[in-house]
């Protein structure tokens, strides 16, 4: 039976809409093609589901994104009061985010699942190589008043930590945790992303070009699905390089939109 109970989307660490477009609004279909979750809001309200985008900081500390996605819920949902409980579809860093914001603030009866998509549940050879050669950036970021923490909080170290943290909690609170994973060869992933995926085939393997297979499975009890997809194309963002996989711009659309409609449509209450 299809959820009563709104979706919730949660973007990674750059929701890099923001710099496409400073005026698109978070939640509604105006514009909806320059939005991070691209025309995947408007497919999942055509079905019949509510849909909110939460929108927290860019690049903090995963305990600050974790605060901001909690009161941008409450806000959605009129501090519960008219929206008892909601699923997360949450991507890249914003699985993280969910994942803490849940233990964080007991959030186990208000939260039915949480769907993760390419999120770097075991961290990121990426980001271990970033803040070691670019801490510099890091640190400077902070002395202009921007938090960058959230690259530090994607360090495989920092990853091992949350989990250890959350692992008892997360066995036991019944909030329903289920896993997408996706990857592709070199020759498909799109220019922009060549340099971190060969970085992180050395380490990790297989990967999306930002996260490793591994890290975004998690726990192999909680995978739904594994995908041929790059870390963009898993919210909807076509490539040219999709084309060698016989996918035009609208078929595309129609194979990742099937993606979130079949998530959302195993929901249940």
């Known amino acids: ?70 009161e941008q819920i409450r806000l959605f949902t009129r501090d519960f009061k008219r929206r008892p409980r909601i699923h997360l579809i949450a991507h ?10 849940i233990h964080r603030y007991r959030l186990e009866d208000r939260v039915a699942s949480l769907t993760t998509i390419g999120t770097p549940h075991l961290g990121t050879s990426l980001a271990d190589w970033g803040t070691r050669r670019l801490g510099w950036v890091l640190s400077a970021g902070h002395a202009f008043g ?4 959230g690259f530090h909080d994607l360090t495989r170290a920092a990853c091992a ?32 992303f060549k340099p971190s995926f060969r970085l992180i085939q050395r380490e990790e393997g297989e990967n999306d070009g930002l996260v490793a297979l591994r890290s ?9 699905r594994r995908i041929d997809a790059d870390h963009l194309n898993m919210i909807g963002w076509w490539g040219r390089r999709d084309a060698f996989r016989g996918q035009n711009r609208n078929t595309f659309r129609e194979t990742m939109n099937r993606l979130y409609l079949d998530i959302a449509d195993g929901l249940g209450d």
């Open 1 to 70: 039976m299809k959820t009563t109970c709104p979706i919730v989307l949660a973007h990674g660490i750059c929701p890099f809409d923001r710099l496409l477009n400073p005026f698109v609004r978070s939640n509604g279909p105006r514009e909806e093609r320059f939005q991070y979750f691209h025309h995947i809001p408007g497919a999942l309200r055509a079905h019949g589901y509510e849909v909110f985008y939460a929108r927290v900081a860019w690049a903090a500390s995963c305990d600050r994104r974790a605060h901001d996605l909690f």
């Open 92 to 101: 890249s860093m914003g699985g993280l985010d969910a994942r803490n914001m």
């Open 146 to 149: 921007l938090d960058l923490s």
């Open 161 to 192: 930590r949350m989990n250890r943290r959350l692992a008892a909690f997360e066995e036991q609170c019944g909030v329903r945790y289920q896993t997408v994973a996706g990857a592709r060869p070199y020759e498909l992933i799109r220019p922009i």
């Open 216 to 224: 975004a499975v998690w726990d192999p009890r909680y995978l739904i």
